[in-house]
């Protein structure tokens, strides 16, 4: 019988908040979140997180962290902003041997370097940087990734991009990035008063788990084609494709109307797209 996960009686965390004189910053894109039983939802949606590897970027005071400990994860987690490494510190001492923290900043650190197995990331991410660190995890050539599923928080559009089907308004390039070689669903919305301080827009969490890449299609190449088509997503393709060596005749050897535009091709078009290109 395996033994019970740790549960030390831990003070609100609104309390640690005062105590350590911590405040949302800004300038970090910081929100932080309170509700213990909406933490421990989020950090239900990866599946059973017991003995296994996660990364946690911008944890904040360590509300998301405590959920993610008492499933019993193995949490390595950054964060730059200094005021809060004392308060998860004490996180640390509560678990032990559960929680590293590296202060940092996570753009500039080598996550794959952290790691020796396949880790998830559950994240309530920084709202400047968020993209530019989902969009990182998807990025490259090598597939599948060191990560085996991102659970992330975005503000609820930046959500409904990741998500977007071919055709609607949110569709664009961060839906063809994030489904050509994975599963992405919106897995849960957490309403703007959750937050202290309450952001001016919704959030939701999306759920990403690698999928099966398809051959013979390069990630730069697939980036390129997603760039032009939607640089330029009112214009037919034939305009907007037109600066890249080969995509016209690309898209004729498809069978794709170089009448239509970027928002009505669905990711798989993209990939037969990006696939004739590459090769």
Known sequence: MSEPLPNPDLPPLRDVIARHGLSASKALGQNFLFDEQLLARIAA?????????????????????RALLRAGARVTAIE????????????SEAFPGQLTVIEGDALKVDIRALFDEPFAIVANLPYN????????????????????SLTLMFQQE??????????SDAYGRLAVLAQWRSQAKLAMKV?????TPPPKVMSAIIHVVPGE????VSMRMLERVTEAAFGQRRKMLRQSLKGLP???????????????RAETLSVDEFVAIAGVLTR
Do not use: N, Y
Not at 52 to 63: A, M, N, S, T
Not at 213 to 216: C, D, L, T
Not at 252 to 259: R, S, Y
């Open 213 to 216: 890449a398809p051959e013979g």
């Open 45 to 65: 949606i990866p599946g059973k997180l017991r003995d296994r590897p996660v990364l946690e970027v911008g944890p904040g005071p360590g509300g998301l962290t």
């Open 191 to 195: 309403h703007r008063s959750a937050f």
């Open 246 to 260: 080969g995509a016209l005749d690309a898209l004729a050897a498809l069978g794709i109307d170089e009448q239509r």
């Open 129 to 148: 940087v968020g993209t530019a660190l989902f969009t990182g995890w998807l990025s490259g050539e090598t597939w599948p990734p060191a990560w085996s």
């Open 158 to 167: 930046v959500a409904q991009r990741i998500v977007a089907e071919a055709g």
């Open 80 to 91: 730059m902003d200094r005021r809060c490494l004392p308060a998860l510190a004490e996180l």
